[in-house]
Each structure stands twice: as C-alpha cells, then as structure tokens.
C-alpha cells in the first residue's frame, strides 16, 4: 500500500511540473548585444549608429526567440516521417507561436524588447 502511495505522489509531482522551463534571457539576448560599433571602437557615434544598432539587436532577438522556442516545443514525431494531418501541424504551430509569444512578453516585462 505504501508503495503505491509512493508512486502516485511521484507522478503527481512529474505531472505538476510545467511544461517549459524558465526563460534563460542571456541566452536569448546576450549583454552586449545592440552596442553600435563605433562605441567599441571609439569613435563618435551618431543618431544613425544607435537606430542600425536598435534594428540589428531587435532582428537578432526575433531570431534567437524563434530558435529558442523551437527546441522548447516539441515536434510531432509525424513531423519527422513527414504524416501529419494539417490539424497535427496546425497544433504544433499554435503551440510554437504562443511560446514565441511568452517568450517575447517576458522580454518586454523586463524592458529588453520593446
């Protein structure tokens, strides 16, 4: 009896668990990135420098969340043997782009991409 109590706690507790872990930022958005280059080399930077710089960090950014999410959210093993029903593929795409869309509302709570 004891051993089946043991074995429904553990299971509750795997099935508590949430299904992605916490947002590594540094990972997605490292500290430096969207200083202009002229910044590191000394120059004198310009109104140009900081927008270029600004459209580069939030394009990288963009990319970077996309990757992340992708290997958050797990494939439909269909997806590899390539039969999958549309509404399989619809599922998968729905769950990436609300990942993407978490993901990007962390980003913004902590004022990194606005």
């Known amino acids: ?60 950014i963009e990319e970077e969340v996309d990757s992340y999410a992708r290997r958050e959210v797990k494939v439909p093993k269909c997806m590899e043997t390539k039969s999958c029903i549309p509404r399989e593929i619809e599922a998968y795409n729905r769950k990436l782009e609300a990942r993407k869309e978490k993901i990007f509302d962390y980003l913004r709570s902590e004022d990194i991409y606005n």
């Open 1 to 60: 009896m004891n051993k089946i109590f043991v074995i429904f706690v553990l299971m509750a507790g795997v099935l508590a668990l949430p299904e992605y872990g916490p947002i590594d930022i540094y990972e997605i958005v490292p500290q430096d990135l969207g200083t202009p280059p002229c910044i590191l080399s000394g120059e004198e930077c310009t109104e140009q420098d900081f927008e270029e710089a600004d459209k580069v960090r939030k394009e990288v």
